[in-house]
């Protein structure tokens, strides 16, 4: 944006600078040219009264004193008789061809001389002959191209100057729009006590500073009563449903056999309430957390968290493996290994004795991709499309607490990662989830969701 904002500003102070200066100099280009040709003329003139005296009153053609006295260094000067004979010169030497020239009444600068030739009349109008001055026009061109240089200098001094006004005018305008962004990636890391503060800058701009901080204040405000909350209500429900399950276990011992199903019932959703609170205290922490990445390698935490439910998926007999390849990114810690233990149970409870569960990890690119394969019974498009909404996945997956999801695709956001859930080919679901690689730079944080390859 600062080299737009410079480079738009000295386009236009050079368009202006055009506009102002070249007409300037060829009106006062013009006017020096004037001016010479009017010297030329009167010296010219002078000459000619001059050179009258003699040729008219005493015919003594030969006496050059008075034309000596008035021709300078940069002047030639020849008289001629009516008949158009040199009887007297001064000064450098005349050319034959300006003296044809100046006789013919043709364009009067040739070879870099300007000449004029003025008549020689007596008082009664006799014609006594006259006088070709010629002056070299080197000093005009001269004081032409100090008149360029110095215009051009002027030129070149107010776009220096248009340049720093430029830089400063544009890192006046920049400063509270890096602000914003430096607080908006902060914010989007889960620093939500930054504020921006007072930056110099426009009034637009510092208003719009002003309200990012009441907008961030409220937000902050918000997202602490609700994770307040959600950790109240979330302790608060522990203490209660323990004693249920309690009182139910002992009730179980003497409670008749046909109530036996029923109080297996009763349980089975006191423990599901407890996955619930569970999963909600998960989330709440998930919310809170201020992401601090360092690198990881996927690779490496894959291994390890397959060979961690090897053996839950051995007794269920379900074939868990995994195919990596090193694949180095920033990640939080722990928050991989929260993120491929929800993917790997859910794929395990989703599967029946026979299925399998591969884990990969591969390079693509600028991003390490991690992929969760099960060939279970999948999920439908609908279900999908809102599997990391909170409580979605009840629907879909009877028996969870429809959290697990929702705080996979939050723990992938935190970390500027992407994921999404397709089908697998010939049947099953796959997790696929991207992440920058370790030496490109990435954005600000966002939980978008991988397009499917």
């Known amino acids: 944006m600062t080299r737009r904002i410079i480079a738009g500003f000295l386009l236009v102070l050079s368009a202006l600078l055009l506009m102002l200066v070249v007409p300037l100099g060829i009106v006062l280009s013009r ?41 300078s260094a940069a002047d030639g000067v020849v008289v001629l008789d009516p008949a158009g004979n040199v009887v007297a010169r001064a000064g450098r030497a005349v050319p034959t061809a300006a003296i044809q020239t100046a006789n013919s009444g043709a364009a009067p600068r040739i070879s870099g001389y300007i000449t004029v030739r003025a008549q020689v009349a007596s008082a009664t109008g006799q014609d006594l002959g006259s006088v070709v001055l010629i002056r070299d026009d080197a000093n005009l061109w001269s004081r032409l191209h100090r008149l360029w240089a110095v215009l051009a200098g002027a030129g070149v001094a107010a776009l220096a100057v248009g340049a720093v006004v430029a830089v400063a005018l544009a890192r006046w305008i920049q400063r509270p729009l890096q602000a914003l962004r430096a607080g908006a990636e902060r914010i989007g890391e889960g620093r939500l006590d930054t504020r921006i503060g007072t930056v110099p800058g426009p009034p637009e701009l510092r208003a719009l500073t002003a309200a990012f901080d009441d907008m961030t204040q409220r937000i902050a405000g918000l997202l602490d009563a609700q994770q307040v909350m959600t950790t109240d209500v979330s302790h608060q429900l522990r203490t209660p449903l323990s004693a249920l399950r309690l009182r139910l276990e002992l009730l179980a011992q003497d409670v008749p056999a046909h109530l036996t199903d029923d109080l297996r019932d009763c349980l089975a959703e006191v423990a599901r309430l407890n996955r619930l609170v569970d999963g909600l205290l998960a989330v709440a922490r998930a919310e809170a957390v201020v992401a601090t990445r360092e690198p990881v390698d996927l690779a490496d935490v894959a291994a390890e968290r397959v060979q961690a439910w090897a053996p839950v998926a051995a007794e269920r007999g379900v074939t868990l493996r995994c195919e990596q390849v090193p694949a180095r990114t920033l990640l939080t810690t722990g928050h991989l290994e929260q993120v491929l233990d929800n993917l790997i149970a859910n794929a395990l409870d989703a599967l029946a004795a026979g299925g399998s569960v591969l884990v990969g990890v591969r390079c693509d690119g600028e991003r390490v991709l991690l992929s969760v394969v099960d060939d279970g019974p999948g999920m439908s498009a609908e279900h999908r499309a809102r599997a990391f909404d909170r409580f979605s ?50 954005g600000p944080s966002r939980p978008a969701l991988l397009r499917p390859a």
């Open 31 to 71: 006017q020096e040219d004037e001016n010479f040709d009017a010297g030329v003329q009167s010296t010219a003139r002078a000459l000619a009264s001059a050179s009258e005296e003699h040729l008219g009153d005493f015919g003594d053609t030969t006496d050059q004193g008075p034309l000596n006295l008035k021709v």
């Open 393 to 442: 996945g009840e629907t879909a997956r009877p028996g969870h607490s429809g959290l697990g999801l929702a705080i996979v695709g939050r723990l992938v956001g935190v970390d500027r990662g992407q994921i999404n859930l397709v089908e697998t080919p010939g049947g099953g679901l796959t997790a696929l989830l991207s992440f920058p690689a370790s030496h490109v730079p990435d």
